[in-house]
Structure formats: structure tokens, C-alpha cells
């Protein structure tokens, strides 16, 4: 993803508005016309990154999409702690799609907060100096005595004081400063407070429009039939029987799907179930235990190419005074947002017009510019609030099945999805297995590690990840196996499964050398920071920070009667995270009692939308792990609904503590890191218990440690 820097040449002073107010634009976030608006009629006809009414009033535009991340408060505080205002004066607009003027308007990779510190820090600080500058030349003064605050100007030494209101008129006909200074962070009043989701209020009483409310006129419905199994193909289907349904406009086929265009989801999902489509196998239907054979023949030899090679692993496995070995296993899972996928579009001769909940809005436009050849120019992207996604809306097949049916109707549409056509319709996180083997020298310290891994999608490792770094022989090699199932990023690609089997596996050695799996983690680290070996995407300090930070607060190490614990630490989108799992056993159950958690993201923007996000991502994490799987029967989805597939229960998410790493380091990723590590810590903190160790997911399907709490459906 990329990330924007800010110069004079991209901050622009627009001007004065004719309902009066000084509009601010960078090229990094500046116009679009907002929708929905809650802001005075005055400023709804806006194109602009800030506009200061002659009220007082602040209006900031969101350019990234909002799928329950924050972003869309998390963003306009950065802007409005430099440009000092106070925030209950701030009014918060949706961007649409604008590359011209906006860059990386994405949801995912836990990268919005963390490529857009810099510019919205400046450009709130411009914006700041700007009103200074007016201000100081209407009183005489040098602006360098005036101060600013709650959006006030002041002069200490005069006593004055004026509004930024008072000031937009004169501040718009003044240049723009070259060089701005930055608040200092001791002076935030803003930034690492805890401020209230900007759309809670329309969330909670029902005002909030997700894609799926979308309306236009002369808008129909459309439901969507697609292959049962993947790997098969369409051969005949009675769209006559659809036809008699009322309310029921058109059956259209296309991309080997079938198509059913009515005034309402009710009527094409009741004619759609009347169609009885055929389908025909193209090529062999893989069930989940033929990827499990396949995958294990796969691994019996190594790739051409290794993704890493540090020393030698041959040797280092060799020399080793204890041998490890430990296989892992991954089942596919799908994204289960509670909003199921759809999409607007209006196909026209001129133009296009894309609107509903969507990750990738360029990638959406670029996809169907080139799929339906259609100049990008005429296609515009609006962006609704997403009713959760996870790494599914990164994907485009929904838009694009949204084109072809509007294209192929000659009408606006609005594709909806059933639940099991989400569940069932691929793009899952990938199936993947995992082998490890390791050595210890005679002091129990790691020598050799080698990851051997394939899955249903590229590279399934990350090799610059810890331990690498830390081990002087280490290799990392990596298999893709080929299938018609669709796969794609699932929150935390990869990590969230690999930091399972590295964690338990690092755990496993250091029991069977003695150590303590705290004192053995810190070990590496110490190692990793004083003989490094080869690349580290990592800071070992960073990384021991947040294992020390949650081994106080768990009290590690301490008698605790009845109780176990697990740790795991694992570091993803640039963000140290541990936590530590603590279980008993309750009238036969194994029972999670907590899990602590150390967070180093750096600076907090917003303190409250970083605990949601991070006590959300453990029970995501934690609920997956537990209960999460997909199988497949001859290519066949055998879970497509929430009968089928165990989702965690409000009662079942145990209490957890969370604790961030006060610094000034640049704010890092935040949406993702908290997931990867919490099934190890469950794992490692089961085998404390009862010396049995979880290597597949879920760990539901152990019947040695979970058959009771299997029966009884309790975490």
C-alpha cells in the first residue's frame, strides 16, 4: 500500500464559498460531494477536505471506507487536534472514490491510521497557521505571540481573541504557509482521548444506510444463482418457471450464473428456488480429506526455490543435541459479515454508477473499466458504511456480477446475496499445512528451524517474521496447490493462522528444554537483537516490550490454584502484540477464565476505537479457533449457514484486559494484530493443563480435551 507525503504544491486554499467559510484541500484528501449529509445546507454542496463556516463549524471529508475499523473518527481527530478546534463542532463526511485528489482509500492491511498520520497532521496544522496568519494581521502582531485553542485564536499580550469563524473570510485571501509546525504531543487534547463512534447514534436507532438499503428509481432486484460445488459448470436450467413468479422482470445468464430481476428479494429468492438449474463436474471435485492427502504428498518434497536461507538447515538440524518436529493444519473458513455481499450499479451508455460496501473502491473500478470495457473516467464509485467484512469486500466478483446483470437488463440494480451464497460462494481463508522441524544445542538454545508449509493460495509463511533473525540456520520453503476454490485475504492474512503454529511450536521446544516459554522468547529475542541473522522485519526491544508488559499483568509465573497459563506474542502490520490465556477446569469443562493483552501500535488516535478493536480481534481470533471450519464434500460447501457453522456466543467471550505501550512512535496497524496470537496463547496455556497439545483448528474437534464442552456447546 502506499503511503502520501504532503508539500505546499498539494495543500491548496480554495477560497471563500458563497455561503461564506475557508475551504482547505490537500492532494491527498480533498473534494467530493458528500451524501447523507447532517452539516448546514450552507456547507452540503462542499467540495472540499475541511471547510470552516463563518459558525464555527468544521466540516472534514473521510476518504477511506469504514467497515467498523474507526476510520471514519479516527482520521478527522488527527486533523482536528493540529488544526485545533474543539470536536463537538466537527462534522464528519463519507468521500466517494477520488484518485485525483485522494490516495490509498482502502480498508484493510490495518494501514489507513498508519499511512495518513503524517499528511492529516499537516494538513490540520496548515489550516491552524493560516487562521493565525489572519488573525495576526488584522491585530498588527506577529503571529508567531499568538496562540490558538478550541477554535480561538488568541494574543496573550493585547488580551485578545477572536473565532475562527470570525477569521475564514480574511484567512482565505492570505498564501498558504510554507512550512507549518506540528503540535507537540504533550499539548494533544484530541489525539489518545476516548471519542464516541461518529455514526453510533444513527447505528443504534436504525438510521445508518449499509449497501444492502440501497434505492434508486426504477431500481430492480437481483438474486444471483451460482454453481452449488466449485468446479462446476452450467447446462441447463427452466427460466420459464421464474417467470410466472409476480413481481418477477427478467432471467438473464451470464459468467455461468443465472440471474433473477424482480421489485423485491423476496419475489426473485422465492422464483430463484424455482429454476432447478443442472450443473454439470468439470474436472475432479476435491473433498476436505483429499486436500489433507495431497497437501501431505505435496510436502514430501521440497519447492525449487526457498522463500528464506540462513546457514544451513541440514547441518543445523544435524548438530542439534534435541530434535523437533510438529504439523499444523489450517481448515478454509469463510469472512461471515453480518451485511452479506450486494451491490448497486447503474449501467448506462455514458456512464456508470457504483455504490455500496467495498474495501478496494480503485481496485472495484479498474476491475470493471477493464472487464466490461468501459473508460474509468465515466465510472464513479460511492462508498456506504460496511456491515462488516473482514478481507471478503476486498474482493470485486460482487461488483462485477452487479455490472454485468445492470449491463445485461438495461436497468439500475442491486444484487443481493443470500447467507448461503456468502458462505458458500468461496473466497475463503486458505487451507493450508504446516510442518516444522527444529534443534537445540545442549544449552537449549535454538539453532536450526525450518518451515515447510503449502495452501490453497501463494506464499503461506512469513519469512522475515520472528524467529528469523534470531536463529543462525533457518529456511523457509513453500508449496501452492492449485484449486478451484476460491481463496482470499481473511483479517490478518496469514498471520492469523501462522502465528498459531509458530507460537505452539516455540512454546513446545522451550518445554522440552526446560526453559520457561516467557524466559525462552526473550532469550531469542536478546539473540535476534545482539547477533543478528539476516533480515528482520521486527525491533526485537518492541517485540520483549510487549511479552514483559503482559507477563506482569498476568502475573506469570505466580501460583494461581487450578489456573493455566499460555502465552503468545506475534508482530503483524507493523504492531507488537502478546497475550496470555488463562484456563481451568469447571465441573469437566475446560473453562478460558481471561486473556491478558500488551499492545505496541504506537501512538493512540482514538483510545476507546483502539480497545474496540483490539478486544474485538481476540474474539474473533478466539472464536475461530475455537469453532471455525469449512469442509467440502466433491467441491461441495457442506456449512452455508449459521446451523451448520459454529459462530462464538455472547457468553462464551471471556473477560480480557488490555494494556498499550505508551510512546510517541508513529501510530501503527490496529485492526488486525490482536487476532493472530490468541489461539496459541489458548493452545499453550491447554497444554499447561493437561500436556496435551492443539494442533489443528478448531480445537473443538480434539475430542482428548474438548468432547464434553463439544457436547454441551461451551467455551
Known amino acids: 500500500m502506499s503511503t502520501s507525503t504532503i508539500n505546499r504544491r498539494h495543500f491548496l486554499k480554495i477560497g471563500i464559498t458563497a455561503g461564506g467559510g475557508l475551504i482547505l484541500g490537500m492532494e491527498y484528501l480533498a473534494s467530493c460531494s458528500p451524501s447523507g449529509s447532517n452539516a448546514p445546507a450552507a456547507m452540503q454542496t462542499l467540495n472540499a477536505f475541511i471547510k470552516i463556516g463563518t459558525d464555527g463549524l468544521v466540516t472534514i471529508m473521510a476518504p477511506n471506507p469504514e467497515i467498523g475499523q474507526g476510520v471514519k473518527t479516527a482520521l478527522p481527530m488527527i486533523v482536528a487536534e493540529e488544526l485545533d478546534v474543539d470536536w463537538k463542532n466537527v462534522i464528519i463526511e463519507q468521500a466517494a472514490l477520488d484518485t485525483d485528489k485522494y490516495t490509498r482509500q482502502v480498508a484493510g492491511g490495518s494501514g489507513s491510521v498508519r499511512s495518513s498520520w503524517d499528511p492529516f497532521r499537516q494538513a490540520g496544522a496548515t489550516g491552524r497557521q493560516m487562521l493565525v496568519n489572519a488573525a495576526a494581521d488584522k491585530w498588527k502582531v506577529a503571529p508567531n505571540t499568538c496562540t490558538t485553542e478550541a477554535g480561538m485564536v488568541f494574543h496573550k499580550d493585547s488580551g485578545k481573541k477572536i473565532s475562527y469563524g470570525d477569521l475564514v473570510e480574511k484567512a482565505a485571501t492570505m498564501p498558504v504557509p510554507k512550512d507549518v509546525k506540528l503540535k507537540d504531543p504533550k499539548r494533544f487534547k484530541i489525539i489518545g482521548t476516548r471519542i464516541g463512534n461518529y455514526d453510533t447514534k444513527a447505528i443504534i436507532t436504525g438510521k445508518q444506510k449499509y449497501g444492502i438499503d440501497t434505492k434508486r428509481e426504477g431500481m430492480l432486484y437481483a438474486t444471483i444463482i451460482r454453481p452449488p460445488a466449485f468446479g462446476q459448470t452450467l447446462e441447463s436450467f427452466n427460466q420459464d418457471a421464474a417467470r410466472k413468479y409476480q413481481g418477477i422482470k427478467d432471467v438473464v445468464t451470464f459468467d455461468n450464473k443465472i440471474a433473477v430481476l424482480g421489485r423485491s428479494t423476496w419475489e426473485v429468492m422465492q422464483a430463484a428456488r424455482s429454476i432447478k438449474p443442472v450443473w454439470k463436474d468439470d474436472g475432479t471435485l476435491e473433498s476436505t480429506a483429499d486436500y489433507k492427502a495431497n497437501f501431505n504428498k505435496t510436502l514430501e518434497q521440497l519447492p525449487k526455490e526457498s522463500k528464506r536461507k540462513d546457514g544451513n538447515i541440514k547441518k543445523g538440524l544435524a548438530a542439534g543435541t534435541k530434535t523437533f518436529e510438529a504439523t499444523f493444519e489450517c481448515p478454509f473458513i469463510p469472512h461471515n459479515p453480518m451485511e452479506p455481499m450486494n451491490f448497486f450499479a447503474d449501467v448506462k451508455a455514458d456512464s456508470v454508477e457504483l455504490y455500496g460496501p467495498i474495501q478496494l473502491p480503485d481496485k472495484a473500478r479498474n476491475t470493471i473499466a477493464e472487464k466490461f470495457k468501459i473508460p474509468k473516467e465515466k465510472i464513479k464509485v460511492g462508498m456506504t458504511r460496511m456491515g462488516g467484512g473482514f478481507g471478503r469486500r476486498l474482493m470485486t466478483d460482487f461488483v462485477e456480477e452487479a455490472v454485468a446483470v445492470s449491463q445485461l437488463a438495461k436497468a439500475p440494480v442491486n444484487v443481493i446475496w443470500k447467507r448461503e451464497d456468502d458462505m458458500g460462494g468461496g473466497f475463503y481463508r486458505p487451507m493450508a499445512l504446516y510442518k516444522y522441524k527444529a534443534a537445540t544445542d545442549s544449552n537449549g538454545r535454538l539453532i536450526a528451524w525450518h518451515h515447510h508449509s503449502v495452501g490453497v493460495t501463494g506464499n503461506t ?64 529475542l536478546e539473540q535476534a537483537k545482539a547477533q543478528p541473522v539476516g533480515k528482520m522485519d ?28 499460555g502465552i503468545s506474542a506475534h508482530f503483524s502490520f507493523q504492531t507488537y502484540v502478546a497475550q496470555v490465556a488463562e484456563v481451568s477446569n469447571v465441573n469437566g469443562q475446560w473453562k478460558i477464565n481471561k486473556i491478558y493483552c500488551a499492545v505496541d501500535c504506537g501512538t493512540i488516535i482514538n483510545r476507546s476505537g483502539a480497545e474496540n478493536q483490539v478486544e474485538g480481534a481476540m474474539i474473533d481470533g478466539l472464536g475461530h479457533a475455537m469453532f471455525g471450519e469449512l469442509t467440502l464434500t466433491k467441491g461441495k460447501p457442506d456449512q452455508t449457514n449459521y446451523d451448520r457453522y459454529r459462530l462464538i456466543r455472547m457468553r462464551e467471550a471471556p473477560p480480557v484486559e488490555i494494556a498499550f505501550i505508551e510512546n510517541n512512535e508513529k501510530p501503527t496497524g490496529l485492526g488486525e494484530p490482536a487476532l493472530p496470537p490468541v489461539a496459541a496463547a489458548i493452545g499453550n496455556a491447554i497444554f499447561a493443563a493437561t500436556g496435551h497439545r492443539l494442533r489443528s483448528q478448531p480445537f473443538m474437534n480434539s475430542e482428548a480435551v474438548f468432547s464434553v464442552q463439544k457436547q454441551q456447546s461451551e467455551v
Open 461 to 524: 509463511s512469513r519469512e522475515d517474521n520472528f524467529p528469523a533473525g534470531a536463529v543462525p540456520n533457518l529456511q523457509v520453503d513453500t508449496h501452492e496447490y492449485k484449486s478451484p476454490v476460491t481463496t482470499g485475504p481473511w483479517r490478518a492474512p496469514i498471520h492469523n493462522y501462522i502465528a498459531f503454529a509458530e507460537e505452539s511450536f516455540l512454546d513446545e521446544i522451550a518445554h522440552g528444554v526446560g526453559k520457561d516459554p516467557v524466559a525462552f522468547r526473550l532469550e531469542l
Open 538 to 565: 521486527y525491533n526485537p526491544d518492541r517485540y520483549a516490550g510487549v511479552i514483559k508488559k503482559v507477563a506482569q499483568m498476568a502475573g506469570w509465573g505466580q501460583s494461581k490454584p487450578g489456573v493455566f497459563q
